[in-house]
């Protein structure tokens, strides 16, 4: 077997290229009425010689719709399709806020929340006279923390308002008149000094004292009309609202408030003024005679005591 492959390797060579020869011819011949039908199919497109009419193309056959009208939306702000929301930022609160749109009927709605009055807050005790005589006087005070009257001598403490009462004194006080013979008034006065800071105020029996701190009195008509006093940056609860007072001004009377509810995805931001301007009457600072500085008190215009 060994000497017959080298010997014969031409030979079987031959022999395998011979049959794929006569295998190739064969299949050539089946497929020879394939190749007829193939040869026999038209290569090119025959014209009638007619002129060109186009097709008719009919159109959809739809109708005209009306769209309903959208429903208004249980929640959240109601916006047109191209209107933005309203952002601004106010100056007083030095806060941004984004404003519900108005109503329809233009009428801004409910704030739940009324401005009564603006006023300057009262000092925590007013002298309201004195007794004794000169050099051993005792102050009579009314604090709105306490419905009594406090007695009190020359360095009295009083421990729940932080204030110590120093010199306690009486003067008699010219009267403006336009008749020519001098009128007099006797008035007390009380020098308080303030613990935490070391100021002094004096008080006079004649005028209530105020601070500087403005308060609003705000009241809910929703909740009886309950009445509160605030002052500025103080938060409070009424019904299901929160209420935060941003900003007073005494004049023209003016609080700044923002209102948070559940229903709300941002805080509602609204100025509040007092229903009647011609009929308020706001408390001033200065409703009597200037307070004279601590150390000098007035002179009085007449010499006799």
Known sequence: MRNFLPTHFDKL????AVFALMTSLGWLTQRQAEVRRLRALPVAVKFSGAAYEPAACGGPKTRPTLWSVPALQSQGW????????AIYYDTQAKTFAVCAPQNPVGSE???DLEL???QWEPFPLQLVGYFGAAGNYMAAFT???SPETRIAREGHRFEDLGLILGKVYVKKIAVKHADPWPVCEVAAFAELVEENTGKKVVLDSRNRRFTDTPQAVLSAPSRGSRVRTVHEGESFDEGKSSYRVDHIQIEPPEVVVARFAPD???EEIRKLHPPSQKDRSVTTKASGPKYPPVGSPPEPATTNQ
Do not use: N
């Open 143 to 145: 604090s709105a923390t």
């Open 13 to 16: 060579l031959v022999l395998l």
């Open 78 to 85: 109601r916006y047109e399709l191209f209107t933005p929301p």
């Open 109 to 111: 709605p409910p704030f």
């Open 116 to 118: 009564i009055d603006v």
């Open 264 to 266: 709300q995805l941002q």
